[in-house]
């Protein structure tokens, strides 16, 4: 089993900066893809940022040029740094990786808990 545990959100004013950190525990050999989600009230769960093992980014067009997702392989963990934070921005962030337990077996995909991000004034 695995366990994502996400830390970093709360409340900030507009324009303000916020870093989300998610860190992967239990049964990994590897992990793939990690996703960095959001649901907003009354609004359908959004892929917000991605990274692949190597390191290629994507981004939904609203958060570009403010958020950058990294990864830190070495500690099993993903970030998502936001800078202008806008209203808009206001939801729960949920991370989201792609493991594989051991070598040659299936990826299976493990959802954080979510973390509250509040922008407002």
């Known amino acids: 089993q695995v366990q994502l545990v996400e830390s970093g959100g709360g409340l900030v004013q507009p324009g303000g900066s916020l870093r989300l950190s998610c860190t992967a525990s239990g049964s990994i050999c590897s992990i793939n893809a990690l996703r960095w989600y959001r649901q907003a009230p009354g609004k359908e769960r959004e892929l917000v940022a991605g990274i692949t093992e190597g390191g290629s980014t994507n981004y939904t067009d609203p958060v570009k040029g403010r958020f950058t997702i990294a990864r830190d392989n070495t500690k099993n963990t993903v970030y998502l740094q936001m800078n202008s934070l806008e209203p808009a921005d206001t939801a729960v962030y949920y991370c989201?990786?792609?493991?594989?337990?051991?070598?040659?077996?299936?990826?299976?995909?493990?959802w954080g808990q979510g973390t509250q991000v509040t922008v407002s004034s």
């Open positions: 989201n990786a792609d493991v594989k337990a051991y070598v040659g077996s299936a990826v299976f995909h493990y």
